[in-house]
């Protein structure tokens, strides 16, 4: 998840980079959408390191659909928002910044995102791939989390689901 931030913060300079106002509008859409998904992932990945003593490799979530579904829908739709899939949230705000930067005339970096896009849903989907089809000898135990993590979760899917597909997100942020 380190290396995705790394991305993430190039998507930002690029509607930095675009310098106009449709830009700077990108911008603060993509960083509400970002911290959105990035808190879903990072509150599963603190409840699965509860659980594992510290581990946070990828191979401790192999299995983790067959003990902890829930968690499992969490992380999925956080991680396909940041990888950029419709309908979630993540979409629409790399297609605003994409855009933006395509409008400017920074076609061959819009270019070089997407090619970037591309790989970064290879390395989401193999998270995903651990969780739902790798199995696991000692998997996670089956859990409840704390009300307030579950909460903040549910928070958090709401957010990356209807940030996606309600369009007045956008222009209300462009009256700012």
Same mark, same amino acid.
């Given at each position: 998840?380190?290396y995705?931030?790394?991305s993430?913060?190039?998507?930002?300079?690029?509607?930095?980079?675009?310098g106009s106002?449709?830009g700077?509008?990108?911008?603060?859409?993509?960083?509400?959408?970002?911290? @959105?998904?990035?808190?879903a992932?990072?509150?599963?990945?603190?409840?699965?390191?509860?659980?594992?003593n510290?581990? @946070?490799?990828?191979?401790?979530?192999?299995?983790?659909?067959?003990?902890?579904?829930?968690?499992?829908?969490?992380?999925?739709?956080?991680?396909?928002?940041?990888?950029?899939?419709?309908?979630?949230?993540?979409?629409?705000?790399?297609?605003?910044?994409?855009?933006?930067?395509?409008?400017?005339?920074?076609?061959? @970096?819009?270019?070089?995102?997407?090619?970037n896009?591309?790989?970064?849903?290879?390395?989401?989907?193999?998270?995903?791939?651990?969780?739902?089809?790798t199995?696991?000898?000692?998997?996670?135990?089956?859990?409840r989390?704390?009300?307030?993590?579950?909460?903040?979760?549910?928070?958090c899917?709401?957010?990356?689901?209807?940030?996606?597909?309600?369009?007045?997100?956008?222009?209300?942020?462009?009256?700012?």
């Open positions: 998840m380190a995705s931030s790394i993430q913060a190039g998507y930002i300079l690029l509607a930095v980079l675009a106002e449709q700077m509008t990108a911008l603060v859409y993509y960083i509400v959408v970002y911290i @959105v998904a990035n808190l992932v990072f509150g599963v990945i603190g409840a699965v390191e509860q659980q594992t510290g581990r @946070v490799d990828r191979e401790a979530y192999n299995g983790l659909y067959q003990t902890n579904p829930k968690l499992s829908f969490v992380m999925t739709l956080a991680l396909f928002s940041l990888a950029g899939i419709p309908p979630f949230a993540g979409f629409f705000s790399k297609f605003f910044v994409f855009a933006s930067a395509f409008h400017t005339g920074y076609w061959l @970096v819009v270019f070089l995102a997407l090619v896009t591309i790989i970064s849903l290879y390395y989401y989907l193999l998270i995903v791939k651990a969780m739902y089809i199995p696991n000898e000692h998997p996670v135990p089956a859990f989390s704390s009300a307030l993590m579950r909460t903040s979760l549910v928070v899917l709401i957010g990356i689901v209807l940030l996606g597909i309600c369009s007045g997100v956008y222009q209300w942020i462009d009256k700012f």
